[in-house]
């Protein structure tokens, strides 16, 4: 098997807790032990709710708030021991693209200078930085004849386009996209997503694609890994996580979601799911998990292979021969 | 349909002053609601969904807005033109409303109960004492236990999704006969997300109230609602039952939508995005608002604005709507509707 | 180093060569200034900060018995001020480019042009020459007060009305405030209800600075009415080169300072449930 293009071994990211009447010493651990690899050419997808660690994972991998613990390798080289320039010159092969184009924009600048921040980063003459820009431009589709124009004049889609360009104007390998149509409207949001699979295939590119979307990611990716405080708790291929998943969360997760398809929602009254703290001992889903056994409360699941590259944590999987 | 609980008909709204530019982000709404059902407005941002709540609860910032044209019907009374202190005596007693991020909607700096009490006590002149017994219950209603103790908290000391059924208690406690939910789920996550949907389905069963559920997510309404109405640019597009709009969908425009959300059973397959963007208030396109975009356009489209008729029985009988639109109506607004 | 020697002043024009180097070993200033401020810190820390040279009395006694009077008149000029200014601002942000909020804003302007001192002047000529309501100086009674209070508290007011209405019309734009008016609560309540607590708070904060700051202001305003505060009484150490007493006065402000603004954030975490510990 060939080198994964990123692979992320044991990363673990704690942020020391504030206050000095915080109950924690070791400090919260916004990623615990995450482990995963992705295949170039690939897409792979990471879902998880708000406060799973998702987006604390890609910033961490990226080395734009370095992990605590673990390391990141990029076709095969740990960047964990790069130096700052070194760093910088691995930069251009993974990319990230936000959520929120009007965050990663500066108003105060116009299209093209923010565009060449980037490239001027990476030494290129101001010629090229021209050309590359205009390519991308034209890449995203936005008229590279608007490049002198400020973010303000650019709708949401098109914003999100051009930090789109930005990232691929120094030719990654890699992008990382976190949430990266989430705030636009469903008209825009499925003319984004038909262009990031255009460039995709045009440019072969690997996407790690964050997002709380299921329905978008089980439409775009090839692997699926979910998150669930701060772990992976499950990690395979889609047709695996949709149609045969073993964790409990992953299966209430995606069962949860709203379709195009199938029936109306039954009403019911539910507790609050939310209130349940779990143990600090074993499985962080045990409070939550309609499966629950008293070992789960004291013994925390590893991610182990279940057969097929499909990995779970889960002392008690879902068992899938009856067709479930 | 004349025991429609709310009927909006025609229901224009500009905004005045330099920077709105005399826009009118609502070209005469038509919608209805009948007694007890769950009716989504669906629509992408700017379409005028929120607005359209806005002027039924009545709370349309004049100025600089201005209503044109229209009236809006409840329970039998016009409502446009009612003096402020009757509106005032209907929002909150017979029309609810739930918003779309509690953390933002809560008063931060008061107690979660003293929120809830205030309307129980001007709205049913109940005691100070009765109104926090009917909170805590309200509380154990809307799936919180133990509500005596989370009357005393303060809206930050709660998650979010305890947060949105606070919201929720409080827009049901005066046991309104409306419902309006403005995008009551976007800042949840899934699991939450199915929890309060089905919170309100409860909630709607229990207290036979109407639901006006405002989104612009159609998988969300395709789960929730009974009646669908698609809004395009300030004019409802396409009504009728959540079977007809999602399974023959009459409009392009409903199509289209249809067709662009992402899905596990579309893997491959590329999504039908609508090309370009929402034209905003100030320049709607002439004709039809959505020929720009519109791969079926043709020149009449582009001159004669179409009229919301019904297509229920086939042929277009011209029955305005609102006007005779029953339970089982399908209306559209398109001159190329019907005819594919 | 600040110039000019205070054994001179001391010892008065005629001393000979001698008894200023006598005057010096007593108060030690022919020590080297490091030394000199080691032993100064040191005695700070015990709130000892000498005898002044001028009086021979310790300066902590001194500002004692004039801080009493310098914190009256800050207190009344505090709450001349919030009684200005919050009904001002809180009417100014509800009736938002009415003639009320451009008086007020008008009102605010000016307060912020005028110099205390002057203003204080011109409320004497009217108010104790003209048409004589209060006494022209002297201390003791809370009439003395009112004037230098009105002098030291309007140009306080000016900002705080400016802060108030800013604050009041950003929360009267939260989208609490429609809930409010969407459970059909009357304007009044959602307004003096719902915004006013919410709109209050960052003036609470910038009350309790400004307070601060009118411990230090008061000098001028003294000056002017001739009151014998603290403010006096460091222009007077200054002006004599009595060293320990400025030294003492400037640490005691300091101190004062930071004092309130500790209370102001207990008050201000009492007011707002968000930062509340536990």
Known sequence: ?324 | ?340 | MVPGDPALVIAGVDATAEDIAAIRARIGTDRPLPAQYLDWLWRVVRFDFGTSLTSGQPVTALIFERFGLTLSLALLGMLISLVVALPIGVVSAVRRWSFWDYLGMGFSQAGMAVPSFWLGILLLLALAVKIPLFPLFGSGSLRHLVLPAVALGIARAAVLLRLTRASMVEELSKEYVITARAKGLTERMVKYKHALRNGLLPVVTIAGIQLGYMLGGAIIIEQVFSLPGLGRLFLFGVYQRDFPLIQGGVVFVAFAFSLINFLVDILYSVLNPRIRVG
Do not use: W
Request: proline fraction near 6%; aromatic fraction near 4%; charged fraction near 25%.
């Open chain 2, 1 to 340: 349909m004349a025991d429609a609980l709310l009927s909006i008909r025609d229901l224009a709204v500009s905004f005045q002053g330099r920077e709105a530019g005399g826009s009118r982000p609502l070209r005469g709404v038509d919608l209805e609601v009948g007694p007890g059902e769950v009716h989504a407005l669906v629509g992408e941002s700017g379409s005028g969904k929120t607005l359209t709540a806005t002027c039924v609860l009545g709370l349309l910032p004049v100025p600089p807005a201005r209503i044109e044209a229209g009236s809006i019907r409840f329970q039998g009374r016009e409502l446009l033109g009612l003096a402020e202190r009757e509106r005032r005596k209907l929002r909150g007693r017979r029309i609810g409303m739930v918003f779309q991020e509690p953390s933002k909607y809560l008063n931060p700096s008061m107690r979660v109960g003293e929120q809830i009490v205030e309307a129980l006590i001007l709205h049913l002149g109940l005691s100070r004492r009765g109104a926090r017994a009917r909170a805590a219950e309200l509380l154990e209603l809307v799936g919180l236990p133990g509500g005596r103790q989370i009357l005393r908290r303060y809206p930050h000391e709660l998650s979010g999704g305890m947060r949105q059924r606070v919201m929720i208690a409080m827009a049901v406690s005066c046991e309104p006969a409306l419902l309006i939910a403005d995008e009551p789920t976007t800042a949840l996550d899934v699991t939450l997300q199915r929890q309060i949907l089905r919170l309100l389905l409860e909630l709607r069963d229990r207290l036979g109230m109407a639901v006006l559920f405002v989104s612009h997510d159609l998988a969300v309404v395709h789960g929730i609602s009974e009646r669908v109405s698609v809004i395009y640019c300030g004019k409802i597009v396409e009504s009728g039952s959540r079977e007809r709009v999602f399974g023959r969908p009459l409009h392009p425009y409903t199509q289209a939508l249809l067709a662009s959300v992402p899905e596990a059973s579309r893997r491959g397959t590329r999504l039908a995005a609508i090309p370009g963007t929402v034209p905003d208030a100030a320049h709607v396109p002439a004709g039809c608002a959505f020929h720009p975009r519109c791969p079926l356009a043709v020149e009449k489209c582009r001159l004669e604005v179409p009229a919301l008729l019904d297509y229920a029985a086939g042929p277009p009988g011209r029955a305005p709507a609102g006007g005779e639109a029953g339970a089982s109506s399908h209306l559209a607004a398109c001159h190329l509707a019907g005819r594919s």
């Open chain 1, 1 to 324: 098997m060939s080198t994964p293009i990123l692979e992320v071994r044991r990363l673990e990211k704690r942020y020391a807790a504030s206050g000095i009447l915080s109950r924690s010493r070791a400090g919260l651990k916004a990623v615990d032990g995450v482990s995963f690899a992705v295949e170039a050419g690939s897409t792979f997808g990471l879902v998880g709710e708000s406060g799973c660690g998702k987006t604390t994972l890609a910033r961490a991998l990226l080395y734009l708030d370095p992990p605590t613990v673990g390391e990141v390798l990029f076709e095969g080289t740990p960047l964990g021991g790069l130096s700052r320039a070194g760093l910088r010159g691995f930069r251009r092969h993974m990319q990230i693209v936000f959520q929120d184009p009007n965050g990663a924009l500066d108003p105060k600048m116009s299209v093209r200078a923010s565009m060449g921040e980037g490239l001027a980063n990476l030494g290129v003459p101001r010629a090229e930085r021209e050309r590359r820009t205009a390519a991308a431009l034209e890449l995203v589709g936005i008229q590279p004849a608007h490049a002198g124009r400020y973010p303000h004049e650019f709708s949401g889609g098109q914003k999100q386009r051009i930090t789109i360009a930005r990232a691929l104007s120094v030719d990654p390998r890699l992008l990382v996209l976190d949430e990266p149509v989430s705030n636009l409207d469903v008209s825009i949001q499925a003319q984004i997503i038909n262009l990031l699979l255009d460039l995709k295939s045009r440019l072969a590119l690997t996407y790690l694609f964050i997002s709380h979307d299921l329905n978008l990611v089980a439409y775009l990716a090839d692997r699926i890994a979910v998150m669930y405080r701060g772990r992976i708790v499950e990690l395979g291929s889609t047709a695996r996580i949709l149609d045969s998943a073993l964790h409990p969360y992953t299966r209430r997760l995606f069962a949860s979601v709203p379709r195009l398809t199938g029936e109306r929602i039954a009403p019911k009254m539910e507790g609050d799911s939310e209130a349940g703290d779990s143990s600090r001992k074993g499985c962080r889903y045990a409070a939550r998990c309609e499966r629950g056994e008293l070992a789960c409360h004291s013994n925390d699941p590893e991610l182990h292979d279940a057969g097929g590259g499909h990995l779970v944590a889960c002392l008690l999987p879902e068992k899938n021969d009856q067709g479930g």
